[in-house]
């Protein structure tokens, strides 16, 4: 079956490092979305992506960066983590069904910064 | 203002009464309006979505769209411990962009 999933399930890592997470969809599905989630915040979006090489800027994107080297794989880094960035993260892909894209979503990374 | 707004609850409702979830938006070009629920610790699942005004049904979910006042909400039929979650309004804007809001959480009491 058809899914998107996320590595590792869970970080732990150290104020200054640069983290990287996977994302991996097998829809075959153009665009591709990092969002954060937090208490009081619900979810936020970081970066997306329509297609190959493209990329764009969500609306917490400071401090994260992203590339699309193929449909399949939108990976997340941090630059320099901090510890305003622990929260858990998810990725997802969509499809258009109809007149509107659907998202579907991966199981997500909690990503502790200390 | 927050493009999607909801009643971040909690809402407690008994085993097989209705459940009444809203959310409001802010942005009139919106074209599409979803309901995700998120049991603790698990990601989103898509579980109504909707396009026109007026109802939409779907087994014991009913979402309602009201895009001249902006509002748009889920009700649950014959409410179960297992609907007990965090249930997520999701609109669709510009492009393929969503926007969530914070969510509301429902406990179902047996």
């Known amino acids: 079956d058809a899914e998107i999933t996320q590595s590792p399930r869970h970080k732990i890592t150290e104020t200054g490092r640069q983290v990287t997470l996977a994302c991996h969809q097998t829809?075959?599905?153009?665009?591709m979305f990092w969002y954060r989630q937090d208490l009081g915040h619900g979810l936020r979006l970081i970066h997306y992506?329509?297609?190959?090489?493209?990329?764009n800027k969500g609306e917490v994107s400071d401090g994260y960066s992203v590339s699309r080297s193929n449909t399949e794989d939108l990976p997340l880094t941090l630059e320099s983590a901090a510890s305003s960035q622990t929260s858990v993260y998810f990725c997802?892909?969509?499809?258009?069904?109809?007149?509107?894209?659907?998202?579907?979503f991966g199981p997500g990374t909690r990503l502790t910064v200390l | 203002q927050k493009e999607v707004e909801q009643n971040s609850g909690p809402l407690s409702v008994p085993e097989g009464a209705i459940a009444s979830l809203n959310c409001t938006y802010s942005?009139?070009?919106?074209?599409?309006f979803f309901w995700y629920r998120q049991y603790s610790g698990k990601s989103p699942e898509l579980i109504m979505s909707?396009?026109?005004?007026g109802d939409k049904e779907d087994g014991r979910f009913t979402a309602q769209l009201n895009k001249a006042s902006q509002y748009v909400s889920l009700l649950i039929r014959d409410s179960q411990p297992s609907d007990s979650a965090t249930y997520l309004c999701?609109?669709?804007?510009?492009?393929?962009?969503?926007?969530f809001g914070t969510g509301t959480s429902l406990t179902v009491i047996p």
């Open positions: 909707i396009y026109s005004n």
């Open positions: 829809w075959n599905h153009n665009n």
């Open positions: 997802a892909s969509s499809e258009r069904t109809g007149m509107a894209d659907t998202q579907y």
């Open positions: 999701a609109v669709n804007l510009a492009g393929n962009q969503f926007y």
């Open positions: 942005d009139r070009g919106s074209q599409s």
């Open positions: 992506s329509y297609g190959v090489q493209d990329t």
